[in-house]
């Protein structure tokens, strides 16, 4: 039978992992690209009005009345319509 602690163990231990494997593949290489160039970061209030805005969005949505059905072939047609074509 396997000890309870073990399995907690693996999974600490893949979550470790998990999270080395995050900061050598993507944290660290966003931080190098921000620290070359420091125009490209945004203001802790710039990504709170953005969260604050899309929470308004949210509860605007949630609160705009019951669902309808949609029309799938309507919303295919509209989109394709609106692609170009290959070879043009």
């Given at each position: 039978m396997t000890?309870?602690?073990?399995?907690i163990c693996l999974e600490s231990c893949a979550s470790d992992?998990?999270?080395e494997s995050w900061l050598h593949e993507k944290a660290g290489p966003a931080y190098d690209e921000l620290k070359a160039d420091p125009s490209?970061?945004?203001s802790i209030d710039d990504v709170r009005a953005k969260l604050a805005a899309l929470?308004?969005?949210?509860r605007e949505?949630?609160?705009s009345g019951p669902a309808?059905?949609?029309d799938?072939?309507?919303i295919i047609t509209h989109a394709r319509a609106g692609r170009p074509t290959a070879g043009k």
């Open positions: 000890n309870p602690k073990d399995k992992e998990a999270v490209r970061t945004v929470r308004a969005a949210v949505g949630l609160h309808e059905p949609m799938m072939e309507a």
